[in-house]
Nanobody, 123 residues
Framework: QVQLVESGGGLVQAGGSLRLSCAAS????????MAWFRQAPGKERAFVAG????????YYADFVKGRFTVSRDNAKNTAYLRMNSLKPEDTAVYYC????????????????WGQGTQVTVSS
């Protein structure tokens, strides 16, 4: 198993930036595909970005392309989500997730989840 803990959320003005971190413990971090999801009140959990085990492949939801960057440091057992040009509609709880399979966008495919970190973007 792997345990995930997100950090880095907070309140930011529109146009600002945040970097979320997802620290993993347990089994070998590099064995897991990592992804970020978000959930706004009253909405379903949505895929934001994902990164392959080696970090060589990434994938983004259309609504964050060009603004968000996903990365990982396997030596530090940590995944990151750099968020630039934030908009009020980016307000949500952000979750990191891990899975031993390939990079997919479906939340049900991910076996391990963090507790989430709140991101609030004011206009």
């Amino acid at each position: 198993q792997v345990q995930l803990v997100e950090s880095g959320g907070g309140l930011v003005q529109a146009g600002g930036s945040l970097r979320l971190s997802c620290a993993a413990s347990g089994r070998t971090f590099s064995s897991y595909t990592m992804a970020w999801f978000r959930q706004a009140p009253g909405k379903e959990r949505a895929f934001v970005a994902g990164i392959s085990r080696s970090g060589g492949s990434t994938y983004y939801a259309d609504f964050v392309k060009g603004r968000f960057t996903v990365s990982r440091d396997n030596a530090k057992n940590t995944a990151y989500l750099r968020m630039n040009s934030l908009k009020p509609e980016d307000t949500a709880v952000y979750y990191c997730a891990a899975d031993g399979g390939p990079l997919v966008v479906t939340p049900l495919q991910y076996d391990y989840w963090g507790q989430g970190t709140q991101v609030t973007v004011s206009s």
